[in-house]
């Protein structure tokens, strides 16, 4: 957390905090400490605490494991599979706490960085198109959906899969990190099964590492539903062995 640790001796503190989450999980081998800040980060910003998403974000970007470019970007893709609403509180805490860290430092806040170029088509059915192979692709699905409605063309197609995915600011394993934490908090089924099989199928996030980011969400959003989401990760990891067995690939 990059400061001193809370006085507070109470079970909650000293037992939980200290103990397990800090003493156990986050040391624990399966994940990076900056993979696990990009989990913890959807995590606490989806429970609409202000005061302990400061100190995530505060320390997330003292310590350097992310930028602060790389911090916008995560809370662009955490408002595309959160909601807009607490997206906004967190761009706003982001704002907040980089000033803070460059007030402590002593020196002026730099000026934002400009907008990351875009590298998606601007011709309409161009990048409809391009969308329709990105979701394919990062779906691991042979199709995609139809551009029937707004919802699926100006939506998914246009700019989760036509933008979103595909922009600079994150790398794939960082968004698989994001995503998986986002639709196991909302807990609608089927983005569950489909964002847990297709980092699984794509080798973005091993069957360790999904197991472990199962456990840090545990501590984040409650063992209920990590519990759910942990039956969808074990579903999946045979679903992808049956799938890398018929087509003679390597298991692990």
Not at 19 to 45: K, N, Q
Not at 78 to 103: C, L, T
Not at 203 to 229: K, N, P
Request: hydrophobic letters at 40%; proline letters at 8%.
């Amino acid at each position: 957390m990059t400061v001193g640790p809370p006085p507070d001796p109470s079970p909650v503190t000293a037992n939980g905090l200290i103990d397990i989450v800090f003493g156990e999980i986050w040391t624990r081998p399966g994940l990076s400490r900056r993979d696990r800040r990009f989990v913890t980060l959807s995590c606490v910003a989806d429970a609409g605490a202000e005061e302990a998403l400061a100190e995530h974000v505060y320390a997330a970007l003292h310590s350097g494991d992310i930028s602060i470019t790389e911090m916008r970007e995560t809370v662009l893709h955490f408002a595309v599979y959160a909601g807009w609403p607490k997206a906004s509180q967190f761009n706003g805490v982001v704002d907040r706490q980089w000033e803070r860290i460059h007030r402590e430092r002593g020196i002026g806040v730099p000026p934002p960085e400009p907008l990351l170029p875009l590298t998606t088509a601007s011709d309409p059915d161009a990048r409809l198109a391009d969308g329709a192979a990105a979701f394919s692709e990062i779906n691991c699905l042979p199709f995609a959906p139809d551009r029937d409605n707004p919802y699926q063309g100006a939506g998914i197609l246009n700019f989760v899969f036509g933008e979103m995915w595909v922009r600079p600011g994150l790398g794939m394993k960082e968004r698989r990190l994001i995503t998986v934490a986002c639709v196991g908090f909302q807990g609608a089924p089927t983005p569950i099964t489909s964002h847990v099989y297709a980092a699984l199928k794509s080798r973005d996030l091993s069957f360790d590492e999904m197991d472990e980011l199962a456990l840090h969400f545990a501590a984040y959003s409650g063992w209920a539903q990590a519990t759910h989401l942990s039956s969808a990760i074990a579903e999946q990891k045979a679903r992808v062995l049956r799938e890398r067995h018929d087509e003679h690939e390597p298991p692990g």
